[in-house]
């Protein structure tokens, strides 16, 4: 519980109607359904619906105070009505009001970008508990408190759920937390009032268009995550992505760079690769590190940098750095009796397909064949399927396109949309099963001992997405099952 004028703090607030003394907060709700007696309603207006269309029945609910962007025409003397310019910025500082700012109270770190995001944030929490600190994570697979495990939803959870979280941190004894920030979470304001001690930049390709509209849209989102930062934050961007430093270019944070091409002020280059790890140097100095390519070298060295930046030692980093494992879901490895390779991997846009992809033909065998197996989700940007055909084909020997998370779409219009991708030429090499389970079989049955199994666009995630309903699906495990069919 607390005074409505502390949750109010920090917030522009253009007119009060009704009476803001003794009006205790017992919750914060945007979601009419959750309000209960005391509650402070935000109406915020989304993507499928306007929250002002519910203020009635939040009153009816029990809310003594609701912020909003519009007044409505009729008010009620028992509720303190407060217009905003954005009660979306305003939900985001209201939730870090609630919640006693928990942001300011250990160091958090945003890791955006279209691609690394998940494996940056997870191995910044692992090398940090490998230092000895006690750490929070806020990732698209799970959220963690220490050994803790908390299961996500989102890739950046709603402001309410993202503060209760960090407050849980605090309470826990967290030192360091370590976010994915998305580009809906930016633009949404799901990370407004929250104070970040540093943001990392990994890269930025084709995505999310369905949402940002444009690719220009989808720039300006990152680089508002930024712009936000406070002086004594840092921000750290990728010097080999063209669009890296356009992320500093307002910030008033302290400006670094890694990258393992351009000049940077943290630099490094894969000397050796193997299937089971390479040896980098980072800033001069060699270390086997168990992940493989050269978007892992960049997650890594992100790692580095970051850890430098929140002045850990070099030395104590370094060894660290050898001892973490990727992220659930990206770029796991299994062999099967027969001697085939699988790889499971996340990757769901043309750019990360083509890393992946680029990966595997740096380490395979001349007689090695790659097979891919890949869809694109539904309701989703459509623009880049093609794209996801184009980069799958230029680097593999057959290609199996199936289904992802059809959600409300038909999945042979799905894969449609990604044959509009392939090539007169390329018919011979390409395969269209809309059974994901049959397509990773398929895929199997045209594999000899030796030859190379990537299946792509799902990862870590345990079920798929049909007409609403999440049913149990899980690549890595059906790809193991396949593998012990034989």
Known sequence: MMDLKKVLHAIPVQQVVGNLEEVDVHSLCFDSRKVELGSLFIAVRGVQTDGHLFVDKAITSGARAVIVEELPAETLDSVAYILVADSAYALGVASANFYGNPSEQLKLVGVTGTNGKTTVATLLFQLFTELGYHVGLLSTVQNQIGSKIIPATHTTPDPIQLNQLLRNMVDDGCDYAFMEVSSHAVVQERIAGLVFAGAIFTNITHDHLDFHKTFDNYIKAK???????????FALTNADDRNGQIM????????????????????????????????????????????????????????YAASILLEQETVKVLTALSTLKGAEGRFETMKSTSGVFGIVDYAHTPDAVENVLKTINSLRRPEQKIITVLGCGGDRDKTKRPEMAEAALRYSDRFVITSDNPRTEDPYQIIKDIEAGVGADQKAKTLSIADR??????????????????????????????????????????????FNEK
């Open 223 to 233: 680089k508002k995550f930024f712009d936000d930062l406070d002086a004594h934050a």
């Open 248 to 303: 500093l270019q307002n910030t008033v944070a302290h400006k670094k760079s890694y990258g393992l091409r351009s000049g940077a002020d943290f630099k490094a280059k894969v000397i050796e690769s193997h299937f089971d790890g390479m040896l980098m140097s980072i800033d001069g100095q060699e270390v086997w590190v168990k992940l493989i390519g050269d978007f892992n070298a960049y997650n890594l060295l992100a790692v």
């Open 437 to 482: 389970k049959e397509a990773i079989r398929t895929a199997y049955q045209l594999a000899n001992p030796g030859d190379i199994i990537l299946v792509a666009g799902k990862g870590h995630e345990k079920y798929q997405d049909v007409n609403g309903v999440k049913q149990h699906f899980d690549d890595k495990e059906i790809l193991e099952n396949t």
